[in-house]
């Protein structure tokens, strides 16, 4: 059985703070990729990143930045100098390939909320 | 253009009514969704179309009804559904996944479903 934890409900931060949001999974599968989505309150999930098991290199895209350690079963995101326009609920979530390679197993989320 | 749309944005039902979902892609994707999403929880999967053809179905009460009539086109049947079927129901698309990669989910706007 796969599982995504996001330990943290809910982040309060203010403007330009740095913010780490944590996600730690679980999984029996060797191949299996992990993915972060952004939902603001219009209620669209928009896709942030996909990472595969083998690829443990770090990634920074902008302002936003994605530490994956297999070690410790952890993908954790990170916003720097945050702003008002990043106030949302942030899932991790899990996919494996084998039969349910469709299946993404989401985390319950962490609403960020960034005030000025 | 990763644009996943989705009709109509709003809508209330009785419980004896009978109404549709609609979902539109054309990013060429071959693989669908449809998910429900309650307040404050991450989206539940509930039904995936593979090449035009239903290939998981979560095991959705028999009110739901998906249908997908072309490989850009995802539609969700509505009937005798109850209150508690009240939620955001979110569309997605993407690239089959062919056993050893799992590709991301773009998802639409999501249809707000209130059941009276």
């Known amino acids: 059985a796969q599982k995504v934890t996001q330990a943290q409900t809910e982040i309060s931060v203010v403007e330009k703070e740095d913010v780490t949001l944590d996600c730690v999974y679980e999984t029996r599968d060797t191949t299996y990729y992990l993915f972060w989505y952004k939902q603001p309150p219009s209620g669209e999930l928009v896709f942030l990143i996909r990472r595969n098991s083998f690829d443990e290199q770090n990634e920074i895209s902008g302002r936003y930045s994605w530490n994956f350690q297999k070690s410790t079963s952890s993908f954790n995101f990170t916003i720097t100098a945050s702003q008002v326009v990043d106030s949302a609920v942030y899932f991790c979530?899990?996919?494996?390939?084998?039969?349910?390679?469709?299946?993404?197993?989401f985390g319950t989320g962490t609403q960020l909320k960034v005030e000025l | 253009d990763t644009e996943v749309t989705q009709t109509p944005k709003h809508l209330v039902m009785g419980m004896t009514n009978k109404k549709s979902l609609k979902c539109e892609q054309h990013?060429?994707?071959?693989?669908m969704y449809w998910y429900k999403q309650k307040a404050k929880k991450p989206p539940e999967l509930m039904f995936v179309?593979?090449?035009?053809?239903?290939?998981i179905n979560e095991s959705v009460p028999s009110r739901f009804s998906p249908e997908c009539p072309n490989s850009s086109l995802l539609n969700l049947h509505l009937h005798a559904l109850q209150p508690e079927d009240s939620a955001l129901y979110l569309c997605a698309s993407s690239h089959r996944p062919d056993g050893s990669v799992s590709y991301e989910q773009y998802f639409g706007p999501g249809t707000r479903l209130t059941v009276t």
């Open positions: 179309y593979s090449y035009e053809k239903l290939s």
């Open positions: 979530a899990l996919s494996g390939v084998t039969g349910g390679g469709n299946k993404l197993t």
């Open positions: 990013m060429g994707h071959r693989a």
